[in-house]
């Protein structure tokens, strides 16, 4: 159970929201599935999986892991002062902030591929409407033209109607 939204490309009426296609890959105009390099594909998986409340969700549960397993060592060690990573976490700081350095450079790749997205859409909109502008001119110069020849069969009829009148006499026009 398909409905067509262009010639090429169809898209299940289940994955729609209210009228909108449910995500971007599902347009049209954007290159989707095998169309897309590795690259483009890496930073689409990034994007969906940095950007999501699952990944906060994880982020949450190994920061607490982390502080309760290293709390544990901590208590179970030999001397009681010290686990894998004594307090204040300084390994645990020292891997957040090479996460923090390699966020950065993932989101500039998820903003680049959004944009690389944005202008896609934004190409094929164009397209869309300037295909869509010369169909209705295409249709304003027809309607002229049926126009044009109305008008013309009116005057044509008008005056046979003149000629009919004239050659009977005794009727007015």
Known sequence: MTQTTDESHTVDPRRRR?????????????????ELTLG???????RNG??????VAVFVAIMISWAVANSVFRLAGSNGKHGFDPY????????????AGL???ILLIAAKRSDQIASQLAEHDFETDTKAAERIETLHQRLADMAAGNRS???QNNEILRRLAAAQPGQAP
């Open 18 to 34: 209210r009228g909108f296609l449910s995500s971007w890959n599902e347009h049209p105009g954007v290159p989707s599935g095998e």
């Open 103 to 105: 966020q950065g450079a």
């Open 153 to 155: 069969l009116l005057e």
């Open 88 to 99: 204040p976490y300084i390994l645990l700081n020292l891997f957040l902030s090479m996460l």
């Open 50 to 55: 940095m950007g999501s409340w699952a990944f």
């Open 40 to 46: 483009e594909k890496a930073a689409d998986r990034m």
